[in-house]
Nanobody, 125 residues
Framework: REGLAEAGGGAVQSGGSLRLSCKASGITVANVAMAWFRQVPGKDREGVAGIVTIGGHTNYGESVKGRFTISRDKNTLYLQMNSLEPEDSAVYYC????????????????????WGQGTQVTVSS
């Protein structure tokens, strides 16, 4: 059975860093487009970063460009988050099986096949 399990969330001060991980079961990370999303109460789920299969091309939401880095190995997806800001506070979700848009991974939640359970990130000022 396919599954995604996030880890690495927590509380950090503004300017700090966190690294999220997402371990896949039943899904070969290298073979599917994967992404990180985040959501705060009352708002839509927002695409943060995506990585496609061929070439490992990455793409990012405007609000995190230059601060976040998505990467993967055979069975785990990562999100390195630097220079965190209070606005980055959210529940972060790992996602797999997204569609491609040209050379990029779609960051549309409607294109996700599998979701993780989410991990909370809280950034204090």
């Amino acid at each position: 059975r396919e599954g995604l399990a996030e880890a690495g969330g927590g509380a950090v001060q503004s300017g700090g860093s966190l690294r999220l991980s997402c371990k896949a079961s039943g899904i070969t990370v290298a073979n599917v487009a994967m992404a990180w999303f985040r959501q705060v109460p009352g708002k839509d789920r927002e695409g943060v970063a995506g990585i496609v299969t061929i070439g490992g091309h990455t793409n990012y939401g405007e609000s995190v460009k230059g601060r976040f880095t998505i990467s993967r190995d055979k069975n785990t997806l990562y999100l390195q988050m630097n220079s965190l800001e209070p606005e980055d506070s959210a529940v972060y979700y790992c996602a797999a099986g997204l569609t491609r848009v040209d050379t990029s991974c779609s960051l549309n939640p409607a294109s996700v096949s599998y979701w993780g359970q989410g991990t909370q990130v809280t950034v204090s000022s």
